[in-house]
């Protein structure tokens, strides 16, 4: 699918333009005219929702965080080959255990990107409390098992250390991605809820669930949840309420048996030839792995979850919800892969994870990828603004949202995990978790930049963002006029001109370093 959309689209110039932008949303609120929200019912399926289809799900939110992922990647000095063979091992070995669990218990997987599971308990129907009791006790086993998968392995892989958040609630469910990468997506108070419990302190393991569910299963409140793990005691009491018919013992003899019937082959990485756009993820394996010098971007919607909250329950504000994300992810998706040759990775929520690279098959181009990755950056956040402004011309209701977008450069690994007929998308590495990070410590007007991602920069967006690497409305006009300062032609957004030359030529005016060395493509784990 990626090599289809790849042919028909022209070839990415590494710029922004208004009236393409324009023109682009045009074509998203088409897709959206006619949007009907739905109560969910007993055992809708909710794969493969269409675009204009939405489902209020009253349910429990489950999110998982693998809390030692940065340790694993940084066993070795640097962020190398053999540090990013052993995450991806340790990741597809939990991937699939916590498959077999989820399918086991009648859970819905919603994502699994990279370390952070997220999963929705929507039965039993009509009774919550027993949703609740289920959450905690499937996430206690998921637990167990993991710090009991992968211990006969050559090359030993640490046990891994979890952190859980639970929620409960009303979201709107709908469809995540487009073409042949549709699954549900969660939107509302509960998931967000859950994950912000679930990632508060990664230092700290235990299952977290918040005030609201305590209350729904008839426990005190305590008086900060988000630093407050459930007790022994407690946990005991859901995994008898739940009486799940699955025991760790014969969870990992399952998987011991799936992994032993279905290997997972050795991790095998080779260079792409960029852009990035060209990459066609769906054709990647174990063995037919990516890894090289690139830069990671996370772009996420501001205030959404309180957007989404406020306008759940009646039907014609739920409808602006459904529209306003439609248009708004399209957009992010439109102006990485469109304009700045990039790839998105996939879409988390209200969030979009993209990677971006210029050079050669043979070597990164790391100040020409480092000045793309910011124009694209800037570029967003002019997007965003002329998409709030045709959504309110249409009449459509978006709150006050703003855009928290974070970036860094380095090595990446990109393959997939899992099962041969359902593998999932998986990029990794300490730039690509330290960008996710550079995002969280942005409010909606901010955008900020990792110091590997700095020292590639131009020295005049280097300026603009200063010794704290983040800079509040970093648009496209911001952009040009740090670039070229003295040239008033190009200060119109309207009709700017490209700042970046393609592929692997800088543009006039701008001296770049030496360029990185090629990644070694080496056999996987013997």
Known sequence: MDRQRAAREPMAKRTWNEDTAKSRIASRLKEVTNVVIKDYVRDTDLTGIGTGVAYRVDGVHLYIDIINIKELLETTTADGERAHKRALRFLNNHYRAVRNILLSVDAIQVDFHNQR??????????????????????????????VKIGENEEDPLPAAKTRVGIDTGKALA??????????????????????????????????????NARSAVGWDKVLN????????EQVSKS????????????????WETDLQNNPIGKFEFTRHTPPYRDLDLETLTPRNSRRQEGTSIYADIDNFTRYVAERIEDDEDAIDVVKTLHVLRSELDGVLYEDFAGKKVRFIGDCIHGILIEGTAATTDDAETAKNAMLCAAAMRSSFAVALRELKAEGIDVGDLGLAIGLEHGFIAVTRLGMKSEMIRCCISRSVLASEAEQQNCNGRQTSIGPKLDQHAPQQLRNLFGSSRKRSDFDYAAAEDALNPKDDSKKSTNNSGSLLKPATAAASGFAFGAAAEPSRTLAGFS
């Open 117 to 146: 599971l997220h999963a929705v308990f929507a039965k039993p129907y009509d009774d919550e409390a027993a949703r609740i009791h289920k959450a905690v006790a499937t996430a206690q086993l998921v637990r167990d098992v993991l």
């Open 174 to 211: 709908v469809n995540n991605g487009r073409r042949s990468s549709r699954e549900p997506l969660f939107l509302g108070n509960p998931a967000n809820q859950a994950a912000k419990r679930a990632g508060f302190d990664t230092e700290v393991e235990g299952i977290f669930i918040t005030n």
């Open 225 to 232: 949840d988000s630093n407050t793990a459930l007790t022994d």
């Open 239 to 254: 995994q008898e309420k739940a009486a799940l018919d699955l025991t760790v013992d014969k969870v990992v003899k399952d």
